[in-house]
């Protein structure tokens, strides 16, 4: 039987998978399987052009799917081509045991627990664009303000680097820790909260902006090619949950947002957001912090010192949001949903292009 992790770009494999979900929109132009190969690992296969084949497929069954290939996507997930005899009812197979990481040669697919490590990773832009938009592939538009990480597997506490000047030497000395602490961690699976992989993206795009520049070495950007990268986006839809966080709270995990009222930084909230262009939250007063708060207080903590406004608190405040999706992601692993996840390894060809 062939293993997920076997299938090649070309000549097409036959692979057994039970199909867990069918997410078939009739919107897109290709039907989304999530899967479980014979390994345990957790995948998805794109089917171009789906027939009523694939909409009739039973979840918890296994299925022989005919030449899969590698998807030339940068997502991890496999392609099948829609035929009317490409897909045929099997009876469960012996599960198989997947070799470690050491024995693969230029492992596409892996399990994510296979890495030495689990990193629970947030990257916080800070827009320079004069418009407030932060184009991922343009690192002109953007700068990195915050960079966070947890150890999954280890109960230390998390790192917090946040930007404390508007200088970019300060940027440029934020990504210098970053490096150091990605360079111990070779082989690691970075867990970012998005379905894609912006985060790193982000990261990678500055870090060769500042590459060479005085403080980050030459090539620092490369540091990102040893690690591998997983997101939760199965985590919901194999629990029935509109979204990660209603998926979390399934489990039993407490999801609490930030919350400004927590924090008193000599500014009323109402003050600000009412010269937002857009308020994603129910109102002004809403409490809860988002992304355009954090967006207009970075710009005051980096700013000119004003003395209406506690430095401290809206320090406490602005890196307490930049990490808090740590726990969430921390305590996600630890319930074991992402332990079997196919997952890529990080590289050039993905990251910068």
């Known amino acids: ?15 057994p998978l039970r199909v867990d979900h069918v997410a078939d929109d009739p919107a897109e132009p290709a039907c989304m399987l999530h ?16 027939s009523t084949t694939e909409s009739s497929l039973e979840p918890g069954e296994w299925y022989r799917f005919s030449r899969v290939v590698q998807s030339g996507s940068l997502g991890a997930h496999l392609l099948f081509q829609s035929e009317s005899d490409g897909i045929e009812r099997i ?8 070799p470690p990481l050491a024995e693969h040669d230029t492992p596409w697919l ?10 629970a990773v947030t990257v916080q832009p800070r827009s320079t664009d004069e418009t407030g938009n932060v184009r991922v592939e343009d690192p002109e538009t953007y700068e990195i303000a915050a960079v966070c990480f947890a150890y999954c597997d280890r109960s230390s506490d998390a790192t917090v680097y946040h930007r404390e000047e508007r200088d970019t030497r300060d940027e440029q000395l934020l990504l210098e820790h970053v490096v150091e602490d990605l360079s111990e961690a070779e082989g690691a699976t970075l867990v970012t909260r998005g379905y894609d992989r912006f985060p790193l993206e982000m990261l990678y795009q500055r870090l060769a902006q500042a590459s060479g520049g005085g403080v980050v070495g ?3 950007e490369r540091v990102l090619n040893g690690c591998f990268h997983a997101t939760p986006e ?7 949950a509109d979204t990660v966080v209603e998926a979390a709270r399934q489990l039993g995990i407490e999801v609490d947002p930030i919350l400004l009222s927590d924090y008193d930084i000599g500014i009323d909230r109402t003050d600000w957001r009412g010269e937002m262009d857009t308020m994603p939250l129910s109102s002004v007063s809403d409490p809860r912090m988002a992304d355009g708060d954090y967006a207009t207080l970075v710009e005051w903590y980096l700013g000119p010192e004003d003395g209406s406004v506690d430095s401290a ?3 406490h405040c602005l890196k307490a949001y930049a990490s808090a999706d740590l726990g969430l992601l921390r305590e996600l692993v630890a319930h074991g949903t992402m332990d079997r996840l196919g997952c890529l390894r990080l590289s050039e060809s993905r990251l910068g292009g």
């Open 110 to 119: 892996v399990q994510l627990g296979a890495s030495d490590e689990r990193i």
């Open 218 to 220: 030459t090539g620092a």
């Open 35 to 50: 899967c479980t190969d014979i390994e345990g690992t957790e995948l998805r296969v794109a089917v171009q052009e789906p």
């Open 313 to 315: 608190q809206l320090a």
């Open 91 to 98: 009876q469960a197979p012996e599960p198989q045991t997947h």
């Open 234 to 240: 199965s985590v919901p839809v194999r629990s029935e």
């Open 1 to 15: 039987m062939t293993a997920s992790r076997e299938i090649t770009a070309e000549g097409g494999s036959a692979v």
